[in-house]
């Protein structure tokens, strides 16, 4: 007997294969193991999804120890589901109460030291750290006006 549920793979891997009847098929590595799909729509919006860090909702079905990939949703996280038109965007985080463009000091402060030293034989690290800082301080100064 045959199941059907919804759910949210991480597409690792696609090929595409010809079953023994001749027929095309692609064979998906997921998060939750390897799945079949037999519709082409299904695989080139899957085929998207593969190396994007992007979780895929879809519907599969069950026989045995088959698993067949039978719809795609869309993308996104459980309740976050992205709608197949806006395939490929950013999957939108979870805010934890704070203003989704405000980045964490420390990580933003690391992200300027690494630009400032990218390109640069430097052999100061302190000055350089000092110095990405003080224009974050900044920065943060001059947007919380």
Same mark, same amino acid.
């Given at each position: 007997?045959?199941?059907?549920?919804?759910?949210?793979?991480?597409?690792?891997?696609?090929?595409?294969?010809?079953?023994? &009847? %001749?027929?095309?098929?692609?064979?998906?590595?997921?998060?939750?193991?390897?799945?079949?799909?037999?519709?082409?729509?299904?695989?080139?919006?899957?085929?998207?999804?593969?190396?994007? %860090?992007?979780?895929?909702?879809?519907?599969?079905?069950?026989?045995?120890?088959?698993?067949?990939?039978?719809?795609?949703?869309?993308?996104?996280? !459980?309740?976050?589901?992205? &709608?197949?038109?806006?395939? %490929?965007?950013?999957?939108?985080?979870?805010?934890?109460?704070?203003? /989704?463009?405000?980045?964490? /000091?420390?990580?933003?402060?690391? @992200?300027?030291?690494?630009?400032?030293?990218?390109?640069?034989?430097? @052999? !100061?690290?302190?000055?350089?750290? @000092?110095?990405?800082? !003080?224009?974050? !301080?900044?920065?943060?100064?001059?947007?919380?006006?």
């Amino acid at each position: 007997m045959e199941e059907t549920e919804t759910m949210h793979v991480e597409i690792k891997g696609i090929a595409e294969k010809k079953s023994k &009847k %001749g027929e095309d098929y692609w064979s998906v590595q997921t998060s939750q193991g390897t799945m079949t799909v037999w519709d082409e729509d299904i695989a080139s919006k899957l085929r998207l999804c593969f190396g994007q %860090g992007q979780v895929a909702e879809v519907q599969v079905a069950t026989n045995g120890n088959f698993k067949n990939i039978r719809g795609f949703n869309g993308v996104g996280e !459980k309740n976050k589901t992205i &709608k197949p038109s806006e395939f %490929g965007k950013e999957v939108p985080k979870e805010s934890k109460g704070l203003n /989704p463009y405000e980045k964490d /000091p420390v990580g933003l402060t690391i @992200d300027v030291f690494a630009c400032i030293i990218a390109d640069q034989d430097i @052999d !100061k690290y302190e000055e350089a750290m @000092d110095f990405a800082i !003080k224009l974050v !301080k900044k920065a943060k100064d001059a947007f919380s006006k």
